[in-house]
Nanobody, 126 residues
Framework: QVQLLESGGGTVETGGSLRLSCAAS????????MGWFRQAPGKEREFVAA????????WHADSVKGRFTISGERTKNSVYLQMTGLKTEDTAVYYC???????????????????WGQGTQVTISS
């Protein structure tokens, strides 16, 4: 079993920055991937970014490339999402997820992740 605990959400103005953190506890593996998804009101949950601890490989959705950066810290079983240049459309509940790495094409897919956090609200005000 793996438990995920997100933190760092809040309300910022357009153009501001936030850093989300997710700490994993339980039986974790460096070959697995940790990712961030988000869900805005009335919309489906979408992939934001992911990182594989082993090798440090990262993936980012096109909508956040150049603005968001995911990073992982294996010694702390943690993953971070540094968000800059925030826009109102970034408003959503952000979820941390953890799952076994399979193939690259599966990384943006929710089914690739076995464990999910409770989510943290990010609100961008105009």
């Amino acid at each position: 079993q793996v438990q995920l605990l997100e933190s760092g959400g809040g309300t910022v103005e357009t153009g501001g920055s936030l850093r989300l953190s997710c700490a994993a506890s339980g039986d974790t593996f460096s070959t697995y991937i940790m990712g961030w998804f988000r869900q805005a009101p009335g919309k489906e949950r979408e992939f934001v970014a992911a990182v594989r601890w082993r090798g440090g490989h990262t993936w980012h959705a096109d909508s956040v490339k150049g603005r968001f950066t995911i990073s992982g810290e294996r010694t702390k079983n943690s993953v971070y999402l540094q968000m800059t240049g925030l826009k109102t459309e970034d408003t959503a509940v952000y979820y941390c997820a953890y799952g076994p790495y399979a193939i690259v094409s599966s990384i943006p897919q929710q089914f690739a992740y076995k464990y999910w956090g409770q989510g943290t609200q990010v609100t961008i005000s105009s």
